[in-house]
């Protein structure tokens, strides 16, 4: 059983919304960062957002600041995706780690997460 399931994947519109759930399934996550990455095929996973266990902090990949907004509960995930592009097309993968993300020569980087679902698609219709 994956310790992570995301729902609330589909197909919408350019400009529309949606929001992306993550529940810990089997464990909790409650000390963990947890965020979300997304990938297409042929690319390397991107990093998409984070937020801290304590839910004080966030993080954001640029491509997406100002539109995708995140939030937890415990050992719940989400993210509200508004204003949403053709390229945000992608299998969207939650992700939880101990540590948050950080800063590597001034970008935005977790690496080596821990424990991951299994992705659900969004595709963004132009």
């Known amino acids: 059983q994956e310790p992570l399931v995301e729902s609330g994947g589909g197909l919408v519109q350019a400009g529309g919304s949606l929001r992306l759930s993550c529940a810990a399934s089997?464990?909790?996550?409650?000390?963990?960062?947890m965020g979300w990455f997304r990938q297409v095929p042929g690319v390397e996973r991107e990093f998409v957002s984070a937020?801290?266990?304590?839910?004080?902090n966030t993080y954001y990949a640029d491509s997406v600041k100002g539109r995708f907004t995140i939030s937890r509960a415990t050992d719940t995930v989400l993210i509200q995706m508004n204003s949403l592009k053709p390229e945000d097309t992608a299998v969207y993968y939650c992700?939880?780690?101990?540590?948050?993300?950080?800063?590597?020569?001034?970008?935005?980087?977790?690496?080596?997460?821990?424990?991951w679902g299994k992705g659900t698609l969004v595709t963004v219709s132009s």
């Open positions: 937020i801290n266990w304590r839910g004080d």
């Open positions: 992700a939880a780690d101990p540590e948050a993300p950080g800063l590597l020569d001034g970008r935005l980087v977790w690496y080596g997460v821990d424990y």
């Open positions: 089997g464990r909790t996550f409650n000390n963990y960062a």
